[in-house]
């Protein structure tokens, strides 16, 4: 997964949402719970609890890759596919899912066929074989299972036209054989039994009656067998064989004078067929004598659909890119033409007795539904088509930009979750098997995106976009976004594509993650500069990096560069993230973190740049010093999740992930039961404070807005959510009195991060008696009782002969906390012995990760409440709190949160 998009501001940032339920201002009404209605999202639909607005749609997308789907008869329901183990139904004119059909012990849905009368399901899935299904109950009819299921597995399913017979292929590896078999739909009893001279995409067409059985497809030739320059024997290649249902005879097998036959449908008397092949032909063949009676052009592109109207005088076909045409039957003549995109990937054609013809086609996961002839759009197209990458918020809060692995950038008005502006960025040029073609790639594993971004990140000043391709070819493409257009190539060729980008926040240059190292150009030049070499380790496998995975990201002061690598260990093949952190000026490596998460979503460092969070194999996420990569703490989420991205809050508060507890295979997938959120940890308490649930797939990527008081998600599920961090969209609020904010102020000293950030977002709706309660109960940190000289003293005791001694100061030192590291550093600069010097380093070490106590923990959200209210009087309290010990906690956080009011 890429690097979360760089902020058209630098770093990670944001925006303030024009919403009424975000008004914070001293004192003003909250809404009560009686008053709260759910909300919804521009739709109609409605929004998850905590989400406040929905950019994109839910609607003609179904949580993950559409990797089938299928238009009934009528053209009324949709029936979809999506890589789990159920099918969905949905109402097609609006593109809402109106139920699911499970399949007990399925997975991976590969194809979906409707009956001809609309009654009845076909399912095809590696686990259970066919199903056939009533629709919409989903009560199973019969079931096909090939025998030795281990060996065989079913490739294509085909109704006859009366609805009474299915065909499907079987293809056996082990053995090498491939057959064609009808059953009959109402028992699922095997009628016929067919094998058929090829051996690769077998598909089959049964008569109107279920009488006669077409069989083609494939073949790749066995050693020493004759091919030609496309791979195929031209013999088996461009053979059609009809068969004989009742006993399985061969009664014709037809040789065109093209390969590559696409597809073949019986017209409804059977007197003819009608044959797609070559790149652009198609044929009408007299059924008894097998001659041909016609040939005429079609267009270019593979024909993935064929099929004639229910009077028989039209003949309707539907190419791989969406092109849909017809004929009059019986002469020839053309009659509509509705063009298709390279990007798209048709799926079905229903051909309803109104005379429509309505194309069920996709582009990523979205479906569209379109009537063909008109060249109409049935199905809004909003928003993202397939994954979300990345995500941006303008620094002027009003926008948010957000780039998908379907090439297009939205720019989206926050306050009214409309899409302002969108632009398409697409590298259709380079075919991800070699060389360059100006068509359509078919490549289903992919859904139809051969030219679809891999990898994205936007420049600081939000003028260039930098794209990468998804197979990983080897170079960064760069685009002005002013005018959306290309503007120059970097090379990046190292072993694989550069996986992840990240520009410096201010604009200047840009880092991409290759196999060797960092690479980074200058912006303005287009200069390669020095690369950030990764060291080789004997023990690892280092060619992992490139299109495999990675991470990258910039401090905030851009002086700061952190860089995930993929690696496997020789021995034992486990796989892992190896994380080099420099400082940029003079290449300088900080230090190297061993065994992170493999294939990790993103590294965040924090808005000061003194912490970076790094997703580990373990399943957690470790906090570094950013200045010596020191660690400084643990976020547990858990063993049974993965972390697909990170960001800290513009406070540095926070720190939110997208979590799933799976790994989704290919990515964009869903597994069964696998659960999504977005996790937010409270840094002081190293505790998850709240969690957002919603999104139907992984979440690619997340930004806070400035204020810290929204949060965006990005998902593979195509969607963007909003959501609200100051519970002011809550239904839970309530008025509050003396006892509530005693009891709240208890609350704030727990170790558990959820209950005190309950209180908190009570507090901030209830600014007015929150700051009076504060006012009594915060005052300026004194002064530690320890004087100077014995703080000196336990320091030198450090040194001191008797173990006993050491320990004990060790102890003492420990306790005191900031009183002592104070004193502890000062040592450091005057240069002590190397044992002395090893020993206060670990004690800072330890200092530095210490847990924060009870009181620091309450002084610490007492302090964030005050700052998120932010009024004068607010201020005020943080001014005198800031005049306190130096070294308090206290003290500390309340100078932090002054000089982020004052910018």
């Known amino acids: 997964m890429t690097t979360v998009l760089r902020s058209l501001c630098p770093a990670v940032c944001c925006i303030f949402i024009v919403n009424p339920l975000h008004s914070q201002a001293s004192g003003e009404p909250r809404q009560t719970p009686e008053a709260v209605k759910p909300l919804l999202d521009e739709q109609g639909d409605a929004l998850p609890d905590g989400a406040i607005r929905r950019l994109g749609s839910t609607r003609y997308r179904f949580g993950g890759n559409v990797t089938t789907a299928a238009l009934s008869p009528d053209g009324k329901t949709l029936a979809i596919g999506t890589g789990m183990d159920f099918v969905v139904l949905a109402d097609a004119a609006s593109g809402r899912e109106t139920g699911k059909i499970r399949i007990p012990g399925g997975f991976g849905i590969q194809n979906v066929v409707f009956s001809p009368d609309g009654k009845a399901l076909a399912i095809l899935g590696y686990g259970p074989g066919i199903r056939l299904v009533e629709v ?76 006669l059985l077409a069989t083609w497809g494939y073949y790749n030739p066995r050693p020493n067998e004759l091919m030609n320059a496309n791979g195929n024997t031209p013999e088996h290649g461009r053979t059609i064989q009809i068969w004989q249902v009742k006993d399985a005879k061969e009664i014709h097998k037809i040789k065109l004078d093209r390969q590559n036959i696409s597809h073949v449908a019986f017209a409804p008397d059977s007197k003819t067929f009608a044959v797609a092949s070559g790149v652009a032909s198609f044929h009408i063949i007299e059924t008894a004598s097998g001659k041909e009676l016609r040939k005429f052009a079609g267009r270019r592109g593979q024909v993935s659909h064929l099929a004639y109207t229910n009077d028989g005088k039209t003949l309707v076909a539907g190419g791989m890119d969406g092109t849909v045409q017809s004929w009059e039957a019986k002469t020839g003549k053309r009659l509509s033409l509705s063009e298709g995109a390279p990007w798209i990937r048709l799926f079905s054609l229903a051909l309803p007795k109104t005379g429509e013809i309505l194309a069920l086609t996709s582009q990523g996961q979205a479906l569209e539904l379109r009537e063909a002839v008109a060249g109409k759009s049935l199905a809004p197209m909003l928003g993202h088509h397939y994954w979300v990458r990345s995500l941006a918020f303008a620094a002027d809060g009003k926008t948010l930009v957000s780039a998908g692995a379907d090439g297009k950038i939205c720019w989206w008005d926050v306050a009214t979750g409309k899409e302002t502006r969108t632009l398409a960025v697409r590298d259709d040029g380079y075919s991800p098997y070699g060389g360059y073609t100006s068509g359509y790639t078919p490549y289903s594993g992919h859904n139809g995106f051969p030219g679809r971004i891999g990898m994205s ?31 120059c190539d970097f090379d990046a060729v190292r072993n694989n594509g550069p996986s992840s980008f990240a520009f410096s926040p201010d604009g200047s240059r840009l880092a991409a993650l290759g196999n060797n190292g960092v690479l980074l150009w200058d912006v303005t030049s287009g200069e390669e500069l020095p690369t950030l070499p990764f060291k080789r380790d004997p023990k690892m496998n280092n060619n992992m990096g490139g299109s495999n995975g990675g991470s990258l990201a910039f401090s905030l002061n851009g002086k700061r560069l952190a860089a995930a690598h993929n690696y496997y260990e020789r021995n034992t093949g486990q796989q892992y993230s190896e994380v080099y952190l420099w400082q940029v000026e003079g290449a300088k490596e900080v230090r190297k973190i061993d065994k992170a998460f493999y294939n990790m979503g993103s590294l965040a460092f924090s808005p000061d740049g003194e912490t970076l969070a790094i997703p580990m194999q373990d399943r957690t996420v470790l906090l570094v010093k950013g200045s010596t990569g020191k660690e400084a703490g643990r976020l547990d989420a858990g063993n049974n999740n993965f972390f697909q991205t990170l960001v800290f809050s513009p406070d540095g508060r926070t720190l939110a992930a997208g979590l799933n507890n799976t790994i989704s295979y290919p990515a964009g997938s869903m597994q069964p039961n696998q659960k999504v959120r977005v996790a937010i940890w409270e840094i002081a308490s190293s505790q998850i404070r709240r969690e957002f649930t919603g999104h139907q797939n992984t979440i690619g990527a997340l930004a806070f807005s400035p204020d810290g008081k929204t949060l965006a998600s990005g998902s593979f599920d195509t969607t963007i959510l909003l959501w609200d961090l100051t519970g002011a969209a809550s239904d839970k609020l309530s008025s509050m009195g003396a006892e509530d904010l005693e009891r709240i102020w208890a609350d704030l000293s727990q170790k558990d991060a959820k209950t005190p950030y309950e209180g908190l977002v009570r507090m901030l709706a209830h600014a007015e008696p929150t700051l009076d309660f504060l006012r009594k109960n915060l005052t300026p940190a004194k002064a530690s009782e320890v004087s100077v000289q014995e703080v000196d003293k336990l320091v030198g005791d450090l040194d001191a002969e008797k173990f006993l001694v050491r320990a004990k100061a060790t102890k003492t030192l420990e306790h005191l906390g900031p009183v002592a590291a104070e004193a502890l550093k000062n040592v450091l600069k005057g240069q002590p012995n190397l044992e002395q010097q090893r020993r206060i380093e670990l004690l800072l070490e330890k200092l530095e990760r210490a847990v924060l106590t009870s009181d620091e923990l309450r002084a610490v959200r007492a302090v964030e409440a005050l700052e998120k209210i932010g009024t004068q009087p607010a201020r005020e309290l943080l001014q005198t709190l800031s005049t306190g010990a130096a070294h308090a906690k206290l003290t500390q956080e309340a100078k932090t949160a002054l000089d982020r009011l004052a910018h």
């Open 136 to 211: 919409p109950s989903g009560k199973q009819i019969a079931q096909v299972q090939p025998q030795n299921q281990q060996n065989m597995r079913a490739a294509w399913l085909v109704f006859a036209g009366d609805g009474k017979t299915v065909s499907g292929s079987i293809e056996n590896f082990n053995q090498n054989k491939f057959s064609v078999h009808v059953w009959e739909a109402a028992s699922g009893k095997e009628t016929a039994k067919v094998e058929v001279v090829q051996n690769n995409q077998i598909k089959s067409a049964l008569s109107h009656d279920g009488a």
């Open 457 to 487: 990140a936007i420049s600081g000043n939000g003028r260039f976009l930098a794209t990468g391709n998804e197979y990983g070819m080897n170079s960064v493409r760069m685009w002005d976004l002013t005018t959306g257009k290309a503007m």
